[in-house]
C-alpha cells in the first residue's frame, strides 16, 4: 500500500481508511528498523484485525496484512546485515465471517509466529497477555487497537496492555462518533463512556465548550487517560478528516516511552497528511462530478474548501502548540531542544520544523538564549542537544 504498490482504487469511498493505513505503514517501517537493531522480536498485536471492506482479493488493504508487510520487508533488510529478527503477531476479530478470512490469511505465514482467536477483546485480554509475556526477553510489542465505534476497549480492559514495559501502542478514537453521544443522558451509553476516559472526568472538562474547542478538549481528556494508565511520556494525536466535510473522522492515538517514537510518528503523520489532502480533494470532485455530470474548471492556484479548511486546523494547532511550548519553556526556564519538540509535538499537526522555527524566532526577538548541552563543544553539536534558556 506504500507509494509504488498502492491502489487508489481499493480506497474508494473510504479516503479515511487509506490515511489510517498510510500512517501505520509508514511508521511501522521505521519502527522495525530501528527496534529490530535493539531486539531481537517485535510482537505486533491487533485487537480488532476484521477485515473490514477489504477490497483486495489477497487482502492488500487490511490493516494486519499491512502491518506483516512492513515487518517482514525490515526482517530481510536486518538479515542482510546479519541481524536476525524474529516476528510474532496476535490478530483478534470477534466477527465469525471475519475471522474466518483472517485465519485463512494467518496460515499462510510461514516466516512469522502468527496466532489467531475469534473472542472480543474484554475476553481476549488474557490470552494477549500470555501471547506477549512468552516471549518477554528481547521483545518488543506494538499494540494496535482500531474499533469501529466507542464500545469494547475501555480503560479497564486495555489498561493492562497500556502497562506492557517496553511497549507501544496506536489506537483509533472514533471522534466522529464518540462527539455525538459524549454527553448522552442514556445510561449505557454514559457508563460505556465513563470506562472509555477512566479516570478523566471528560463531563467537567467538556462543560461551556462548543464545536473545535469541545472536539479538541474531548482528544485531551482520551490521551490523558491513556498517559495516566499507561504511564507513557508522550501521547501523540493525529487527526484524519472526513473525505467528503469539514469534519474531523478520528484521530490515531499513539502513546511511546521514547522521544525517539515521536519523531517517527510524526514524520509517519506528516508524510500522509498530503496524501489524505489529495484524497480528499480527489473524493470531492468525484461528488461533485456526480452532482453535476459534468467536469469542473480547473484555475491555476485554486484552493478547495477542503484544503481551506486543514489548513485552517493547522494554523490552529500551529497557534496553541507555541503557546504550549513557550508555557512549557517558561516554566521549566531551560530546556534541551529535543525535550522541548518532543512535548509540543504531541499536538496535531505540529512538526520538528515548526518548533525550530518558534526557537529561531524567540532567539531574534531576544527571549531566549541558546547553549550547548552538557559535554559538548561550541564546534560540534547536535542541535537536538542544545539547552533552550529564558532570558
Known amino acids: 500500500m506504500s507509494d509504488g504498490d498502492r ?6 469511498g473510504r479516503e479515511q481508511t487509506l490515511v489510517k493505513h498510510l500512517i501505520l505503514e509508514k511508521y511501522l517501517e521505521r519502527f522495525a528498523h530501528i527496534v529490530g537493531t535493539h531486539w531481537s522480536t517485535i510482537t505486533y498485536v491487533d485487537c480488532f484485525s476484521g477485515p473490514w471492506n477489504a477490497q483486495s482479493e489477497h487482502l492488500d488493504d487490511a ?21 536476525r529478527l524474529n516476528l510474532r503477531c496476535f490478530f483478534l476479530e470477534r466477527d465469525p465471517d471475519a475471522y474466518q478470512r483472517l485465519d485463512e490469511f494467518a496460515n499462510q505465514a510461514e516466516d512469522a509466529d502468527v496466532k489467531t482467536l475469534n473472542q472480543p477483546l474484554e475476553k481476549a485480554v488474557d490470552a494477549i497477555l500470555e501471547f506477549i509475556y512468552r516471549r518477554r526477553d528481547n521483545s518488543f510489542p506494538f499494540v494496535f487497537v482500531d474499533p469501529t465505534g466507542w464500545t469494547g476497549f475501555g480503560m479497564d480492559v486495555i489498561a493492562p496492555l497500556l502497562r506492557v514495559r517496553p511497549g507501544e501502542i496506536l489506537v483509533n478514537f472514533m471522534t466522529g462518533h464518540i462527539l455525538r453521544f459524549a454527553e448522552a443522558d442514556d445510561v449505557g451509553i454514559r457508563r460505556s463512556f465513563d470506562a472509555l476516559f477512566r479516570p478523566i ?18 482528544v485531551r481528556c482520551y490521551v490523558d487517560a491513556i498517559k495516566a494508565n499507561g504511564s507513557f511520556d508522550y ?22 516511552r521514547h522521544r525517539k517514537g515521536v519523531e517517527v510518528f510524526k514524520q509517519a503523520e506528516k508524510s500522509a497528511m498530503q496524501m489524505m489532502e489529495d484524497a480528499r480533494e480527489a473524493a470531492m470532485k468525484a461528488k461533485r462530478f456526480k452532482q453535476d455530470h459534468q467536469l469542473e474548471l480547473e484555475f491555476s492556484g485554486k484552493v478547495s474548501q477542503g484544503s481551506e479548511y486543514f489548513e485552517q486546523l493547522r494554523e490552529r494547532y500551529l497557534v496553541d502548540g507555541r ?34 522555527d518558534w526557537v529561531t524566532d524567540w532567539k531574534r526577538q531576544k527571549r531566549i538564549q541558546i547553549v550547548p548541552g552538557e559535554g559538548e563543544t561550541q564546534r560540534l553539536k547536535r542541535y537536538g542537544q542544545q539547552v533552550i534558556k529564558l532570558i
Open 7 to 12: 491502489s487508489d482504487e481499493l480506497y474508494a
Open 63 to 83: 490493516s494486519f496484512s499491512i502491518a506483516l508487510k512492513q515487518l517482514r520487508k525490515a526482517k530481510s533488510h536486518l538479515a542482510a546485515s546479519g541481524k
Open 201 to 218: 472526568d471528560y463531563r467537567t472538562r467538556l462543560e461551556g465548550l462548543a464545536g473545535q474547542d469541545r472536539e479538541d478538549e474531548l
Open 235 to 256: 501521547v501523540c494525536s493525529a487527526v484524519v478528516l472526513h473525505p467528503l466535510k469539514k469534519r474531523t473522522h478520528y484521530h490515531l492515538i499513539y502513546a511511546t
Open 323 to 356: 503557546k504550549f511550548a513557550w508555557n512549557r519553556l517558561s516554566r521549566k526556564r531551560a530546556m534541551r531542544f529535543e525535550l522541548l519538540w518532543a512535548e509540543s509535538c504531541q499536538l496535531p499537526l505540529i512538526w520538528y520544523g515548526d518548533v525550530k
